[in-house]
């Protein structure tokens, strides 16, 4: 009976953490987030954070086109001056920042506009290769709204000036994103690093 209550105490105790974890960054990131292009503030770059193009039934995940089109409406509303995709590419049939790229070159963007980080396989290494690989302090990113929050916690804690340019979602309630942020604050609690680093590239 006592490891029954204890069980159930620090169930109560860690879901308590998660729920406050999720809307402590809603809160310190609500302002930095936005919808509309004319309110956004311009960076030279813009962040594309990477997902699958199929979903698992095979058709185009919507996350993956409304990110698309959030990018181009971005460039071309002059919010941004360059494209940075990053996104996973482990193995060599799934790139995502070559599929992005491809579709952004199809909707217009001039391909020397658009730079590709293949080692961004988590929003953690995206936002932190952004700055140590990339060299960008300042930066909009590019995602719908509850990961654009989270990218900006992390980036907040890095010394990154970050803004979020939100596109269209898909589902109304993301369950998922609460364990994902309370990772990303672990994470941040405990240093976590990429996986890869590498070689400076400049963006120009």
């Known amino acids: 009976m006592k490891k029954i209550k204890i069980i159930l105490l620090l169930t109560i105790i860690i879901g ?37 193009k199929y979903a698992a039934s095979g058709n185009i995940n919507l996350f993956y086109k409304y990110r698309v089109d959030a990018a181009v409406k971005l460039y071309q509303a002059k919010k941004i001056e360059y494209i940075l995709v990053s996104g996973d590419n482990s193995r060599k049939d799934y790139d995502e920042p070559s599929d992005f790229k491809q579709d952004l070159i199809a909707r217009g963007i001039p391909e020397d506009k658009i730079f590709l980080d293949y080692a961004g396989f988590r929003t953690l290494d995206s936002v932190i290769r952004a700055k140590e690989i990339f060299g960008q302090t300042s930066i909009t990113f590019i995602s719908q709204k509850f990961h654009n929050q989270r990218a900006i916690y992390i980036a907040n804690s890095y010394d990154i000036k970050a803004v979020g340019f939100n596109a269209k979602d898909v589902y109304k309630s993301h369950f998922r994103e609460y364990l994902a942020r309370s990772k990303a604050s672990l994470d941040l609690v405990f240093n976590v690093q990429p996986k890869f680093l590498g070689k400076k590239i400049t963006i120009q």
Not at 20 to 45: A, G
């Open 16 to 52: 308590l953490g998660v729920f406050t974890t999720y809307h402590w960054i809603s809160f310190k990131t609500k302002h930095l987030v936005f919808d509309s292009i004319s309110n956004i503030q311009k960076n030279k770059v813009g962040l594309v954070l990477g997902t699958g």
